[in-house]
């Protein structure tokens, strides 16, 4: 707050703004602060100003009664069309990638148990985020690294039933780890009866009584096993993010659990695109910001405006139950109240046939059992009822 | 029951009205069965030899009638009276009912099979109804998961807690046989007079803790004694031309059935070997499966002689043509019409043209009543064929005369008194709904105010394409006529299409300006435009101006006016606004900008930049069209929107506007510049190759080396096509239509241009380079293994100078591509729509302001946690600047 102005309006427009905040919205106040902030304002200003600010905000208010959730998911599934006319104007020209569009749109309404591209946004402490090269020594912790990643060559002495793997020490000290790792882990698997002679660079892993086959299946072992990082996580990248002003990493591949413990990394902040992992590690809170972002940012890639409010109530109505449920007949359809409305959707013998073993009621309070009855719909100007009085 | 009284007619007023309050589900039990029906079905002939139903038969007329003239023999009424009454067919065996083969075998496989008990301990059953009692009050799914857990631990007893009988496991062969696998591996068949018998054993009590209500469902009862047997209603006979009579599938259906009850009975009677009651056992139970559902699994459906599968019950229901989605949440309707649409600029947005042979079909009721006696006369008088007039009137008493087969109409008029009702034919403002499929969002139906006019298309103004998704060539769109007050006052206040301006999806216009109106605003409102005296009061004129005219900007020696001076005539007077144009390219400030790049508008007058398709367009945020809406109202947005579109397009109609080949003409240096851009990329992407043969090329990592050189290929050949998309703006001629079109956002982009003028580029199959064909090669044309540009589909030529025959096949082969890719993402995006619909559609906003579904249930406490409609805001948010700038705060 500025110091210069004098106390009195100073503590008026701080009570105003508590008054106000009891109406409006939190992000509102804090905007109106910033700017009344940096201004002069006399009182009778204020106080018009304030009389307009909550009368337009009364009149943008949602009128009772409105159908909000149709309304939404037109609103989500009315451009998702046109995510295929747009691209459709290019007609053969290169496009970028195609892992966003419509595909993960409809696995994120689908939640799908694994998204096809698993990824995760790992976000860094004050000490690591401002620096590249520290950021890339969180990264090389948390990309998976196996032997193979830093082998040379490996050859198969079948003579003396023994794997001779050369490793490269530039790899191995990019990714900050010692000959003494790779001893470690290898030593760990070789199993019963093997020798493993270390020399320089060069590591001989001798078997006894093998055939060739073994002797390859070992090999193939050895080289899939894991040096450092997190199982899942295929690649990382460190990247600038422009919006955020610091480096973070990005990875391929998701486990988020894993990932929140290592040291340097800002775990209020890390996130996964996979719902169901988020839902498991952080809550369906979490769940549901996963989903709303993930959402927003399929419609910003393709370039279409869809307002968050509708991409919010898309997500909680997926997880307001406290677990994450599909949009469709395993989810929030095959959960609803009225059988009717359930058979009207999909699978509809299964549905008739279980109400009747249950002894369901239908009590018209939804719109498609309404429909099907001929009854007005308990919705929009339908919810109006009016009592009259008979002299 | 069956000797029921012949009653008398009912008359229809003394049939009670009213409507369904709630349903109860449960499985019909074969008392009430009996209590239903009005008869038995005894024998399975259908007609005797002269033709008249059996008695006894399945079209027999104590279960209801459907020819004219025949009278019902249980109610006495005629066929539009009587509801038609149920009849039964008791079965010699009795029978699973397929549909509930799944449940019974889950109860066979929880109870026990001596005394019928669930198989928990009493103790076991005490502590999970406590829990169930209390879980069913609030938690339904809990419950549900519960019951599921119960049936589990049931399902893993093997001796009966009760009376330690000990068990088998039920094996159960889909559709309906089931069987007892015995300790020595020996399977017995379960027959249905068992499983009945086993059923009838479980309590009330132990089947509610497996989720069954007894009281609406016994289990037993999923076992069939007596099939009902429906009224001809729902199975009526049709008449062929040949006079021959062709049955229902569900009466071919019951025939079978009643045909092998038969015989059946005759074989238990007779004392038939088992082996033969069996097999006829079977057929019955096959008979009766397939009755209720002909596609299940493991069972062949039943064919019609022609080989065509019967449609049973199950099938009526299912699916989108089924009775739930076909023909009960989506009907045909009446007073509705559909046609070709067409443009019209000088109609309101709010109206829609409709054609003079429409109007005279469709009606509108309308009470007489004293005040519009003479109008109504009048209307009666003109008939069905003269416009406007009447097609039907309605006594006071109910009677309905069709004006068409009517005589005297002049006589008919003169008796018309208050409270006889006219249908007359549709007229200039009345409200109609207006629709385009696909109705993908909630402007894809509007209301319009009628506007007859001559002609046999719809017409509707430019404007409001966009939210229709329409367009000219060949569309064709729906109108509805709402039929009473209520109907009509919802469609006028709701739906008119003043009231859409703004979309709900992200709270700015989606009606607006497209194509011809932004090339007409820029070209008025650019620079080097003048217009005459006699020209400014023609588009003034046009755009309905009734105000005075501004001095010209130009007196001597001729007067002339400026466009933006026209522009400023029809801007509110109190309008101050500023916005970047489209066709900005290099000004940072507005205020010393003197390209007309960007749009300040002070005190209603225009004093710099252009109209364009950021300014007036649809789809358009934030933009001058946008913030007139915002601060004018739907209701003079509206009329400013038709007053300046109107204007627009005169504008452009006396300046003349086409595009040719001429506005695509380049300089030869342009064409040199291209081609050693192209040779340039295509020597670069050839030592790519040359260095992957050799071996040389390093492998990115995840990539193997054949996808890094891929990569590399497909970013050089980008990279030139983006460098050719820089050669053709740079030469293209700036006057050329073409380019003031991409420019201003009227049409095409630069894109488009590059491709007609430069360089079509790369050409791609699933977003990759052409590599099927034949072996190693796209065509016969090249060498196996040839990785270079043209083998793969890259078009190094455009559209003017022409492509290759090789670049016109990869051409069209991509285009392909794009349209089967278009087809195939319409339909997943449909059904996720669908799916987003159905889960989403009872969801309200409750009065306290909470977010509800059907059940009552919160799903958010205040709507997107600010209670702020996105349609009544200013893209979704509360513009505080014009707050500010409305408390006089401004700057």
């Not at chain 2, 029951?1 to 589900?25: D, G, N, V």
């Not at chain 2, 006889?420 to 385009?436: K, Q, S």
Request: with cysteine; hydrophobic share 40%; aromatic share 6%.
């Amino acid at each position: 707050m500025a110091e210069t102005k004098s106390m009195g309006p100073q503590e008026d427009l701080n009570n105003v703004l508590v008054q106000l905040a009891k109406i409006l919205p939190p992000r509102i106040i804090d905007d109106l602060r910033n700017r009344l902030s940096n201004m002069e304002i006399t009182k009778e200003q204020l106080a018009n100003l304030t009389r307009i600010l909550v009368n337009e905000y009364y009149k943008m208010l949602i009128d009772p009664g409105e159908a909000i959730g149709i309304v939404t998911a037109q609103s989500v599934g009315e451009p998702s069309t046109q995510m295929i006319l747009r691209s459709f104007h290019f007609a053969g020209l290169r496009e970028f990638s195609m892992a966003l569009g419509l595909p993960r749109m409809i696995e994120l309404v689908d939640a799908r148990r694994k998204p096809s591209i698993p990824m995760m946004m790992i976000y860094l402490d004050e000490e690591h985020r401002k620096d590249p090269n520290k950021a890339q020594e969180v990264a090389y912790k948390v990309q998976l690294t196996t032997i193979e990643n830093v082998t040379k060559s490996v050859e198969i002495d079948y003579i003396n039933s023994q794997i001779i793997i050369e490793i490269d020490k530039n790899e191995l000290n990019q990714r900050g780890l010692s000959m003494e790792d790779v001893r470690k882990v290898v030593e760990r698997i070789k199993g019963k009866g093997a020798r493993v002679e270390i020399e320089d660079n060069v590591i001989r892993v001798t078997l006894e009584e093998a055939d060739i086959i073994k002797l390859r299946r070992v090999r193939d072992k050895i080289m899939q096993t894991r040096l450092a990082g997190i199982k899942n996580v295929k690649k990382s990248l460190v990247r600038y993010s422009e919006r955020d002003g610091e480096w973070i990493i990005e990875t391929e591949g998701t486990n988020l659990e894993a990932v929140l413990t290592i040291d340097g990394v800002d775990y209020r902040r890390t996130i996964s695109n996979d719902i169901h992992e988020v839902a498991e590690v952080l809550g369906v809170e979490a769940a549901r910001t996963v989903i709303m972002r993930e959402l927003k940012k399929v419609l910003d890639q393709q370039g279409l405006d869809t307002d968050l409010r509708h991409l919010m109530l898309v997500s909680d109505v997926m997880t307001w139950t406290g677990k994450v449920r599909q949009v469709g007949r395993h989810g929030v359809v095959s959960e609803k109240e009225s059988p009717l409305a359930r058979a009207a959707f999909e699978v509809t013998v299964k549905n008739l046939v279980e109400a009747s073993i249950k002894g369901e009621f239908e009590n018209f309070r939804g719109v498609v059992e309404s429909v099907l009855a001929g009854k007005y719909i308990p919705i929009g100007t339908g919810i109006v009822q009016l009592l009259m009085e008979f002299e | 029951m069956a000797t029921q009284a012949e009653k008398t007619s009912i008359r229809e007023e003394e049939i009670p009205l009213k409507t369904i309050k709630a349903i109860k589900f449960s499985i019909l039990s074969p008392d009430i069965t009996r209590s239903l029906s009005v008869m038995e079905i005894t024998t399975s002939e259908t007609y005797d030899e002269a033709g008249r139903p059996m008695v006894g038969g399945l079209m027999d007329k104590r279960l209801g009638v459907v020819e004219p003239g025949a009278r019902c023999e249980t109610c006495g009424n005629p066929p539009d009276k009587c509801p038609g009454h149920f009849g039964r067919i008791e079965l010699a065996r009795p029978v699973i009912h397929v549909e509930y083969s799944k449940y019974v075998h889950d109860l066979l496989k929880t109870t026990c099979r001596e005394c019928g008990r669930i198989l928990l301990t009493d103790d076991e059953i005490e502590k999970y109804r406590r829990r169930l009692e209390k879980l069913r009050i609030r938690w339904k799914l809990l419950a549900d998961r519960l019951i599921e857990r119960i049936r589990k631990k049931a399902m893993e007893r093997t001796v009966c807690p009760h009376c330690g009988a000990k068990q088998y496991r039920v094996r159960f062969e889909r559709p309906y046989t089931f069987y007892e696998e015995r300790e020595n591996g020996v399977l017995e068949r379960l027959d249905p007079m068992k499983i009945r018998e086993r059923l009838e054993k479980i309590p009330d009590s132990d089947l509610e803790l497996l989720g069954w209500d007894p009281k609406a469902a016994r289990p037993e009862w999923a076992v069939l004694t007596v099939l009902p047997v429906p009224p001809p209603q729902v199975r009526p006979s049709i008449q062929l031309e040949t006079g021959q009579r062709s049955e229902d599938d569900l009466t071919h259906k019951l025939v079978d059935i009643v045909r092998v009850n038969e015989k059946l009975r005759t074989a238990i009677e007779s004392g038939a070997p088992s082996s033969v009651v069996d097999q006829l056992w079977d057929l019955l139970q096959y008979h009766i499966a397939t009755y209720f559902n002909n596609e299940l699994p493991n069972l062949p459906p039943v064919k019609h002689r022609s080989g065509r599968p019967l449609k049973t019950l199950a099938q009526r229901l299912k699916g989108k043509e089924g009775r739930f989605r076909g023909s009960l949440s989506g009907k045909r309707v009446d007073f509705s019409a559909r046609t070709v649409i067409s443009p019209d600029p000088n109609l309101s947005i709010n109206e829609v043209g409709v054609p003079i042979d429409v109007a005279k079909m469709l009606t509108v009721p309308m009470t007489v009543t004293e005040w519009d006696l003479d109008l109504a006369r009048q209307l009666v008088l003109n008939g069905p064929e003269v416009w406007p007039g009447a097609n039907y009137v309605v006594y006071p008493d109910g009677r309905r005369v069709d004006l068409r087969y009517f005589r005297d109409r002049r006589e008919l008029a003169n008796k018309l008194a208050p409270g006889f009702i006219i249908e007359r034919h549709l007229i200039n403002g009345d409200i109609v709904l207006f629709n385009r499929q696909p109705s993908l969002h909630r402007m894809s139906i509007m209301g319009h105010l009628v506007r007859v006019l001559p002609g046999r298309t719809f017409r509707l103004h430019l404007a409001v394409c966009p939210p229709y998704n329409a367009d000219f060539d060949g569309d064709e769109m729906n109108l509805h006529v709402p039929q009473n007050e209520e109907a009509r006052a919802e469609a006028k206040t709701l739906m008119l299409v003043q009231n859409h301006i703004i979309t709900p999806r992200y709270g700015g216009p989606i009606i607006g300006a497209r194509q011809d109106y932004i090339t007409g605003g820029y070209l008025l409102t650019k620079k080097d435009t003048f217009i005459n005296k006699e020209a400014i009061v023609y588009l003034l004129a046009a755009a309905g101006y009734d105000g005075d005219i501004d001095e010209p900007a130009i007196m001597y020696p001729k007067e002339l006016w400026t466009g933006k001076q026209l522009i400023s005539m029809l801007l509110p007077k109190d309008l101050n606004w500023i916005q970047s144009t489209a066709i900005r390219e290099s000004c940072k400030d507005p205020y010393n900008c003197y390209t007309d790049e960007y749009l300040i508008i002070v005190n209603g007058y225009m004093a710099a930049g252009v109209l364009d398709k950021k300014s007036i367009g649809a789809e358009q945020v934030d933009s001058l069209w946008h913030v007139v809406v915002k601060r004018y109202g739907n209701s003079y947005a509206r009329k400013w929107v038709d007053s300046i579109l109107r204007s627009l397009v005169r504008f452009l109609d006396l300046r003349g506007f086409s595009m040719g080949i001429d506005s695509l003409e380049m300089p030869p240096e342009s064409y040199r510049e291209l081609d050693k851009l192209y040779d340039d990329s295509e020597k670069k992407v050839l030592e790519y190759i040359q260095k992957f043969k050799e071996g040389k090329l390093e492998a990115e990592p995840g990539l193997t080396i054949e996808e890094t050189l891929e990569n590399d290929v497909t970013i050089e050949l980008s990279r030139v096509r983006e460098a050719a998309a820089r050669v053709a703006e740079k030469y293209i001629n700036k006057d050329g239509e073409a380019y003031i079109m991409a420019k201003t956002g009227a049409r095409g982009s630069i894109v488009n241009i590059t491709q007609m003028v430069a360089m079509l580029g790369q050409q791609t199959i699933r977003g990759e380079r052409f590599k099927r064909g034949f072996s190693g090669r796209t065509t016969a044309h090249f060498e196996p293994g040839d990785l270079g540009p043209t083998a793969k589909g890259f078009v190094r030529n455009n559209f003017k100078v022409g492509l290759t025959p090789l670049e016109f096949f990869f051409h069209a082969a991509g285009g392909r591509d794009g349209l089967v890719d278009t087809a195939v993402r319409t339909a997943q995006s449909g059904y996720m729509q669908r799916r987003l619909i159905n889960a989403l559609q009872d969801i309200y906003v409750a009065y306290d302001g909470t977010v509800r579904n059907a059940s009552g249930s919160i799903i958010q406490t205040k709507y997107a946690e600010d209670g702020i409609d996105v349609s009544k805001s200013d893209h979704g948010k509360l513009n505080l600047d014009e707050i500010f700038r409305r408390a006089g705060l401004s700057r």
